[in-house]
């Protein structure tokens, strides 16, 4: 099946400083992911929409200043949350949307536990 | 209001219980209606999908969907030790532009 990976799985960082997060689509082509946050006992809220090679779509709410979002390749999105504070502390899951296959197949990664402190 | 309602739960069922997992929304232009099965600190991963009103069948999971009553329910035959998870209903547009998921319902299934 189509997999999906994420790296750091888990990050712990100092406030103020910036953290990347990747988002590879394995076995894939991906023209569209997805990132989400996730708080404890709460739903997936969506933050982003990101297509290769375009900027990405942000939902209402979410400082795109802050959390940077680059989707260079079929295979390859990044999410990096700019001068971090104890706030942006979550779970960061990304998706991605198959290039070829139903619309609604989207595979998500394991997630990557950010500890700001 | 949020678009979709989830019980959190937890919901605790001994072994080989019939589980009903439910979500209702307020959007009409609901389409197309997903369950995802999270385990802890892990991706959600697609266990059903759904398109408009219905039933749909899959081993010993079966999701329905009553649009008329902004309805929908995965249900869960001979629940195992291995179903406890957080199950996540998420539904969308035609566009598929968006998904709007659940809070979550967190199953645990008893030996």
Not at chain 1, 8 to 29: A, M, N, Y
Not at chain 1, 79 to 107: K, M
Not at chain 2, 16 to 37: E, P
Request: glycine share 6%; with cysteine.
């Amino acid at each position: 099946g189509a997999v999906v990976s994420q790296h750091p799985s888990w990050v712990i960082c100092k406030s103020g400083t910036s953290v990347k997060i990747e988002c590879r689509s394995l076995d894939f082509q991906a023209t569209t992911m997805f990132w989400y946050r996730q708080f404890p006992k709460q739903s997936l809220m969506l933050m982003a929409t990101s297509n290769e090679g375009s900027k990405a779509t942000y939902e209402q709410g979410v400082e795109k200043d802050k959390f940077l979002i680059n989707h260079a390749s079929l295979t390859l999105s990044t999410l990096t949350v700019t001068s971090a504070h104890p706030e942006d502390s979550s779970f960061y899951i990304c998706s991605a949307r198959l290039a070829e296959g139903g619309d609604y197949e989207q595979y998500f990664g394991p997630g990557t536990r950010l500890t700001v402190t | 209001q949020k678009e979709v309602e989830q019980d959190p739960g937890p919901l605790s069922v001994p072994e080989g219980a019939i589980v009903s997992l439910n979500c209702t929304y307020s959007n009409s232009a609901f389409q197309y209606f997903m369950w995802y099965r999270q385990y802890s600190r892990k991706g959600p991963e697609l266990l059903m999908y759904t398109y408009s009103s219905g039933n749909k069948e899959d081993g010993r999971f079966t999701a329905q969907v009553d649009k008329s009553s902004k309805y929908i329910s995965l249900f869960i035959r001979d629940s195992q030790p291995s179903d406890s998870a957080t199950y996540l209903c998420a539904m969308s547009k035609r566009n598929f532009n968006k998904f709007y998921f659940g809070s979550g319902t967190k199953l645990n299934v008893k030996p």
